[in-house]
């Protein structure tokens, strides 16, 4: 009704938007990874998961969709940050305020959370029919493969050494907040209509196919945290908390550190100079005024 404004019109309102923004961004992200992983094989219509790389190519392309349709969600209330990593990258810029970034942060968790419940919900008899044709359990070493469907753990080629899984989520997540700054800068090439969202999905399937495989590129605390804290509670035991070798901090802190140095690159490397451009064009621009009006 108009002009009635109310609670929806303070920071509660924005923390509704965040939670089904980032709820979107899983339930269409792990239920990309449900189908690859489970939901063909159970359903007999494909018998062997990932398969060459069109696994890994449906993966990545879904996640793609995943995030251009939470963003569209609720990109009108915030801009869809729908990720931490994305908030802490804001604030550090000073353009978001501080004292939203943990209310934003629980919003998008709780998002998370919530977004892989409903898919376990989808495909909960998939995931117990293939624990079952493989004779694992949930909890077992063999459960991580169910529990990929839902939150991440580091390639075996990094052995227990948990340094090179933070990097790889430190480089793909600066990656990716990179893109976003340039996306979104209306000084840079600017983004025309409102395609940012698709555009910034295509940034996401470029880091799952470039940076990807080595620790499943969560990019997003609240992407793998509420995942990873739904499966606990639905007995997926170690493989959830701590993880392999104690790896579930990693995806939490790698991103933030990402995140944070990126906004100085982009600045550095790209905002400063743009500004400088056209803080010379507007001087030219003025100088053309004066002598037209000196003639």
Not at 28 to 40: C, K, N
Not at 125 to 139: E, F, G, K, P, S
Not at 256 to 270: E, H, Q, S
Request: aromatic share 16%.
């Amino acid at each position: 009704m108009r002009g009635k404004t109310g609670w929806r019109a303070t920071v509660w309102g924005e923390l509704l938007a965040e939670f089904l923004g980032t709820f979107v961004l899983l339930a269409f992200g792990a239920g990309v990874v449900a189908v690859a992983v489970v939901g063909l094989t159970e359903s007999g219509r494909t018998l062997v998961i990932f398969q060459g790389a069109g696994g890994w190519l449906l993966i990545t392309w879904g996640w793609c969709m995943a995030v251009v349709m939470g963003i569209y969600v609720a990109g009108g209330v915030t801009g869809a940050h729908i990720n931490p990593a994305v908030t802490f990258a804001m604030a550090v810029r000073r353009v978001f305020p501080w004292k939203k970034v943990i209310p934003y942060w629980i919003a998008q968790t709780v998002g998370g959370f919530t977004g892989a419940a409903l898919v376990y919900a989808d495909y909960y008899h998939a995931i117990n029919a293939w624990n079952l044709a493989h004779h694992v359990t949930r909890a077992a070493s063999g459960g991580l493969t169910t529990f990929s469907i839902f939150a991440t753990f580091p390639a075996a080629y990094y052995h227990s050494n948990m340094f090179g899984p933070f990097l790889d989520q430190v480089i793909a997540t600066f990656f990716l907040v990179l893109f976003v700054l340039a996306i979104i800068d209306s000084r840079n090439l600017g983004v025309q209509g409102n395609v940012g969202p698709f555009i910034i999905g295509l940034a996401v399937a470029a880091i799952g196919m470039s940076f990807g495989v080595g620790t499943g590129y969560a990019i997003n605390p609240a992407r793998d945290f509420g995942p990873r804290l739904f499966t606990y509670l639905a007995g997926w035991g170690k493989n959830a908390f701590p993880g392999p070798f104690g790896y579930w901090w990693v995806p939490v802190l790698g991103p933030l550190v990402g995140a944070g140095i990126a906004p100085f690159v982009y600045d550095f490397f790209i905002g400063h100079t743009l500004d400088a451009v056209k803080a010379k064009a507007e001087a030219s621009a003025a100088q053309s005024v004066g002598e037209t009006q000196a003639q």
